[in-house]
């Protein structure tokens, strides 16, 4: 059975237009990576820009290279390199603090739309305030928690609701302010329609914000033609811009003479180095810039982001449906599907890239494969997670990943003692 | 005369105690750098540790690595080595995020701190509601920028106060909420008394927040015996850890049991991991964390903080005050005074690090002396301004920083058309 599936893969490996980016990767040997959602690897390109910034622009440039290696011009090459993986504007997208960090900042833009909008029309219509930040249970928790911490801001006038994923627009109405949703679920895959639900939304006159963490990358999306508002994304996961890399944020150009949102720190300054007492927002996406940005980190993202230059994120997207499909297919085929329970979406058309399996031994399970070369990734209390970036998974590594995780199931070695250790992170 | 000058250097290096830690960084030869206040230069140990992260912990770890190699466990370990710098305990200080960032999460917390008295205080006393912050004139714009951001989300109920370097105290009353100072002027040197001017706030029921941008790693102070509440700093000026390295926070542990800020990200929960809905602030600093910490830089930052193991303080505050001293001393008897106009104060005691001189063409003067291997900095818009880091800087750096200068003021080099070019940034 596990050879047709190695001829199989093998097929489709020799028929897959990505195969070659692998190389651009500095993966282990013997190792299958599918915790690219979690943590992308690093490209070789991006080793060496560390390299540069560190040793050549750092060491013995100094502070010259602010302007001789434009430093001061990373956020917006970072986001212009980002923005057509995603449908934008190369003036639409900022790279900048934490996806968390962000969305606060996109909250507040959000809500400051809505009241502008609000204190325009009030002499003219009895439109209620709008009293209502939604979005949906299950999102990945920083997400809400953020929103939390607004909403407490506004204490009596604003409330947070998490809505069921399959219910969200029949949920909206004109009380809400803000809809601030994942686009693909972190745990279980499932992928929202930004198309569909951001028009039921903006028929309600509510302001969509969207968070691109397990989207951008993997999946292509057209913030353009969607007519999404604000979006934010990830930088460490499918953009490989190692640990803690810089997020991104996205804010449709038709709101741009009205971004207004309250870290207004000197680097979203108009004239940050005209050092004026009164805060003056930049143009444009610059309002989004708070501090001094994380010039190495910056730097390394923007290296990484080359690995997209020529790819089509249409094939990118081919693939990874096509891979978490030949992954189903596998288990099948191996008889795992009856015990490890698949909680993602079974058709492929509203699944991420990646798979999401339950079992109580979830936590062992995983670290018996890391054990055995394939990073798997466990979240918590009892989910197996696989990820599949295409640019460097090949359908060859899903079967011998399966092949593994066969050997795991069939002698339980996820039961040793070793594997059943828990450690604080994952 | 310069002769001279040379020979009380020669004599004030080979007592230096602090001469011998210069061979732990990477300065590019013959370069004078007097500019660590805007950006320090790298260690050796920061070189290999950058190397570490990217080309083995990212590389070949990766996942794995926020335990093995403690990533997760990063900001709290970088606070605990920056903590002695400023007599704090290792729990009351975190690395994360930006200075402005930091600030807007303090002004919450001080505001906080002051709604929950005024409302345990209410029944009791006749005590009017605080709504002034109160911040220097002439403060780095950034800290008024934010503090601006944060006002204006209380609308009609905060106003925010320029008050003069030199009487501040004077302008506290009642009325005042927060005081949000900067210890060393960025552009003057001037230093505040941070003893002093806490207590006599505290004295008021002011909340007190100090920005040691221009302090940290040069000039020692004492957050426990002084009694600060709460205070940011940076991570790339005398901490050297790189162009936009994290900064940090410090909070006294008498506030930990009521910290509250609103950038509620999922790292500063008490259990990140666990994913529940609600969001519960961590324990002490920890909630102070937001997103995800960027490990690169951070890692970079850990290893620069080793260049103080063993390191004496005073030590560096004494040669921190002979620096500058010195420096004046050389331009007097070079005849410089006259026509660069020293806006740092004369006595030492109330002087950072650092000096700031006048002048209608700084600007073209500074890139001049760069041009001559001698890094000093401009600020908009007739300020030079010259950083004296005792690790690094020699006494012999000063006469011959003080011998380029001269040649450039008596032959008005920096008329030259290649000088008076601007650049964005500087």
Tied chains: 1, 2.
Excluded at 248 to 261: D, N
Excluded at 296 to 310: E, H, N, Q, Y
């Amino acid at each position: 059975m596990i050879a047709s599936l190695y001829q199989q893969a093998e097929q489709l490996d020799a028929h897959d237009p990505l195969r070659d980016i692998k190389a651009q990767f500095a993966l282990p040997d013997d190792m299958i990576y599918l915790d690219g959602n979690s943590l992308g690897p690093v490209t070789h390109a991006a080793k060496e820009r560390a390299h540069e910034v560190v040793e050549q622009q750092w060491q013995t440039d100094l502070i010259k290279s602010w302007n001789q290696h434009n430093w001061i011009g990373l956020p917006q090459q970072v986001g212009a390199k980002i923005a057509p993986l995603i449908g934008a504007h190369p003036d639409e997208v900022i790279a900048c603090d934490s996806i968390s960090v962000n969305l606060y900042k996109l909250l507040y833009a959000a809500l400051a739309i809505q009241t502008q909008r609000f204190n325009e029309q009030f002499e003219h219509l009895s439109m209620a305030r709008r009293t209502r930040i939604v979005t949906q249970q299950g999102n990945f928790p920083t997400d809400g928690y953020i929103a939390q911490g607004v909403v407490e801001h506004y204490a009596q006038t604003l409330t947070l609701d998490y809505v069921a994923e399959d219910a969200i627009v029949e949920s909206l109405g004109l009380d809400v302010a803000v809809l601030m949703l994942t686009h693909v679920n972190y745990k279980t895959g499932y992928m929202l329609d930004i198309a569909y639900i951001t028009q039921q939304a903006h028929a309600l006159g509510i302001v969509v914000i969207w968070d691109l963490a397990h989207t951008t990358g993997v999946i292509p999306i057209d913030c353009t033609l969607w007519n999404v508002d604000f979006a934010v994304g990830c930088g460490y996961k499918y953009l490989n811009g190692g640990p803690g890399a810089p997020a991104f944020v996205y804010a449709a150009a038709r709101h741009h003479e009205q971004l207004k949102q309250p870290l207004s720190g000197w680097m979203g300054h108009a004239q940050p180095f005209a050092f004026t007492q009164e805060y003056i927002a930049g143009q444009g996406m610059l309002a989004f810039l708070c501090g001094t940005p994380a010039v190495i980190s910056m730097s390394i993202l923007d290296a990484a982001l080359d690995v997209f230059s020529g790819v089509e994120m249409q094939d990118v997207r081919y693939k990874s449906a096509q891979l978490t499909r030949f992954c189903l297919l596998c288990m099948e085929a191996q008889g795992l599907l009856a015990e490890l329970e698949c909680i993602s979406p079974d058709d492929s058309s509203v699944r991420g890239s990646q798979l999401a399996f339950t079992h109580t031994q979830a936590y062992a399970i995983c670290q018996a494969m890391i054990e055995k070369g394939v990073v798997a990734d466990f979240r918590a209390p009892n989910v197996l997670r696989l990820g599949f970036a295409p640019l460097y998974v090949s359908y060859h590594d899903i079967v011998r990943s399966v092949a593994v995780l066969t050997d795991i199931m069939q002698a339980q070695t996820y039961l040793d003692d070793v594997f059943q250790v828990k450690h604080a992170v994952t």
